[in-house]
């Protein structure tokens, strides 16, 4: 077998796997090389999806609920729910998705390998090779670019001259088994879940997720929220097996350089509000075969062509992007007694009748509804700025 590629991509994620999957349709020669020894291994990810999302990406999973609404919790206990008519999203099996879109990837003609972990990239002037190894085989192979779809740990972005991705946090999660929960919801409590949320989703009939974001200490706060969902009865007390993930919380310096482009939780391609990185490392993964399809047609690698593919979901995303990023600093900011102060303040203004009824809810978008939520709760607008840029 010939082991030169157009295209070989590292990760066989949800962004790697539906890259691989468009660029084989275009009738590319694409190698993905995944580590694990199998697609959908060891996911760690709730699974929630927009539904707009997952309908417009075609995606194919196993769906365990359609959820049209969610219940929003202070540190009091006191909440707010927000329902619309209409599925807002779809909470499906991660592995399920990911083994689909390696299906839908080697039927297009891509071509995969499992056990096999990338070791070395190198680009050089007519092509780029990747060491790798797979039970203790050294393997080399060639191609014209390289994808770096390999998640946030993975260090060739760095190794590349792409820099890395400082701001990250901890999300982790544990099956449950459930009382009577038969909603999405959203717990706010800095001390609890200090800087982020946490999250209790259902799944299966009387089973669901319970997990949370921290810059620290992932399994010991999941602990404490798995102990006390149990003492509010809302979780049967069981025996739990925690999974911890890296999520970015900012981008890549430079997601291209000389034959290399990163895409996917590797470029900080996540919204900052909730940490869902799948379906912006899709909509990247689009931008990213359109600037290929155009290096291949002009032979063209040079970090200056790829920059195409850098401007173009910068130009997508960054709007959302800094949006989330300013309201993640606020956030940090409140303390609990604010965070109540504010529920009661929504609740007052009728603010979720008016955020579910408007045309600008997007579960995917969340700029407009931010800034909604920041006219509607008539914050002081000074101190709100002074705890922004602080
Ligand atoms: C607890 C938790 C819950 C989450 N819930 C949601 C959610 O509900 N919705 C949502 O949209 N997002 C969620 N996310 C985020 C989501 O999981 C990621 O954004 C998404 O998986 C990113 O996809 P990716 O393809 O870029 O990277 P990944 O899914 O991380 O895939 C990277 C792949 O590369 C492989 N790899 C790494 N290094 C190498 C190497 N050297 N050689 C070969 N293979 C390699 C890895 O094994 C992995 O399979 C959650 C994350 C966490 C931690």
Same mark, same amino acid.
């Given at each position: 077998?010939?082991?030169?590629?157009?295209?070989?991509?590292?990760?066989?994620?949800?962004?790697?796997?539906?890259?691989?999957?468009?660029?084989?349709?275009?009738?590319?020669?694409?190698?993905?090389?995944?580590?694990?020894?199998?697609?959908?291994?060891?996911?760690?990810?709730?699974?929630?999806?927009?539904?707009?999302?997952?309908?417009?990406?075609?995606?194919?999973?196993?769906?365990?609920?359609?959820?049209?609404?969610?219940?929003?919790?202070?540190?009091?206990?006191?909440?707010?729910?927000?329902?619309?008519?209409?599925?807002?999203?779809?909470?499906?099996?991660?592995?399920?998705?990911?083994?689909?879109?390696?299906?839908?990837?080697?039927?297009?003609?891509?071509?995969?390998?499992?056990?096999?972990?990338?070791?070395?990239?190198?680009?050089?002037?007519?092509?780029?090779?990747?060491?790798?190894?797979?039970?203790?085989?050294? #393997?080399?192979? $060639?191609?014209?670019?390289?994808? @770096? &779809?390999?998640?946030? *740990?993975?260090?060739? !972005?760095? %190794?590349?001259?792409?820099?890395?991705?400082?701001?990250?946090?901890?999300?982790?999660?544990?099956?449950?088994?459930?009382?009577?929960?038969?909603?999405?919801?959203?717990?706010?409590?800095?001390?609890?879940?200090?800087?982020?949320?946490?999250? #209790?989703?259902? $799944?299966?009939?009387?089973?669901? @997720? &319970?997990?949370?974001? *921290?810059?620290?200490? !992932?399994? %010991?706060?999941?602990?404490?929220?798995?102990?006390?969902?149990?003492?509010?009865?809302?979780?049967?007390?069981?025996?739990?097996?925690?999974?911890?993930?890296?999520?970015?919380?900012?981008?890549?310096?430079?997601?291209?350089?000389?034959?290399?482009?990163?895409?996917?939780?590797?470029?900080?391609?996540?919204?900052?509000?909730?940490?869902?990185?799948?379906?912006?490392?899709?909509?990247?993964?689009?931008?990213?075969?359109?600037?290929?399809?155009?290096?291949?047609?002009?032979?063209?690698?040079?970090?200056?062509?790829?920059?195409?593919?850098?401007?173009?979901?910068?130009?997508?995303?960054?709007?959302?992007?800094?949006?989330?990023?300013?309201?993640?600093?606020?956030?940090?900011?409140?303390?609990?007694?604010?965070?109540?102060?504010?529920?009661?303040?929504?609740?007052?203004?009728?603010?979720?009748?008016?955020?579910?009824?408007?045309?600008?809810?997007?579960?995917?978008?969340?700029?407009?509804?931010?800034?909604?939520?920041?006219?509607?709760?008539?914050?002081?607008?000074?101190?709100?700025?002074?705890?922004?840029?602080?």
């Amino acid at each position: 077998m010939d082991d030169t590629y157009d295209v070989i991509i590292i990760g066989a994620g949800p962004s790697g796997s539906y890259l691989a999957a468009q660029l084989a349709h275009m009738s590319y020669r694409v190698l993905v090389l995944e580590q694990k020894s199998a697609a959908g291994q060891d996911a760690c990810c709730t699974g929630i999806i927009g539904a707009e999302a997952y309908r417009s990406l075609f995606l194919e999973a196993k769906i365990y609920r359609k959820a049209r609404s969610a219940k929003f919790f202070a540190p009091s206990g006191d909440f707010l729910r927000l329902e619309r008519e209409e599925t807002q999203a779809y909470i499906v099996d991660r592995s399920s998705l990911d083994i689909s879109l390696y299906q839908r990837a080697e039927g297009a003609g891509a071509e995969f390998r499992f056990n096999t972990a990338a070791k070395v990239v190198t680009p050089a002037e007519k092509s780029i090779s990747v060491r790798a190894e797979s039970e203790n085989e050294r #393997l080399e192979f $060639t191609a014209q670019v390289v994808v @770096l &779809a390999c998640g946030l *740990t993975c260090r060739f !972005p760095q %190794e590349l001259g792409m820099g890395n991705i400082a701001n990250f946090a901890y999300g982790t999660q544990a099956e449950v088994p459930l009382n009577d929960i038969d909603e999405v919801e959203v717990y706010f409590d800095q001390e609890r879940y200090p800087d982020f949320f946490g999250w #209790l989703v259902p $799944t299966t009939e009387g089973h669901g @997720l &319970a997990g949370l974001i *921290t810059d620290e200490k !992932p399994v %010991e706060y999941l602990n404490d929220m798995l102990t006390h969902l149990e003492e509010q009865g809302k979780i049967v007390p069981a025996d739990h097996h925690a999974c911890v993930g890296l999520i970015p919380f900012d981008t890549l310096p430079e997601s291209c350089n000389n034959r290399v482009i990163a895409l996917g939780d590797a470029a900080g391609q996540v919204k900052p509000t909730t940490g869902g990185g799948i379906y912006y490392g899709m909509l990247s993964a689009q931008i990213a075969a359109q600037t290929l399809h155009q290096a291949f047609s002009e032979s063209d690698f040079s970090a200056g062509m790829l920059s195409f593919y850098d401007d173009g979901w910068h130009r997508r995303l960054d709007n959302e992007l800094k949006s989330g990023y300013r309201s993640r600093r606020l956030y940090h900011k409140l303390k609990n007694k604010q965070l109540d102060r504010w529920l009661q303040a929504a609740r007052k203004q009728d603010l979720p009748r008016q955020v579910a009824e408007g045309q600008d809810f997007s579960f995917d978008w969340h700029s407009a509804v931010v800034m909604k939520i920041v006219k509607g709760l008539s914050l002081n607008p000074i101190e709100l700025l002074r705890m922004m840029r602080e």
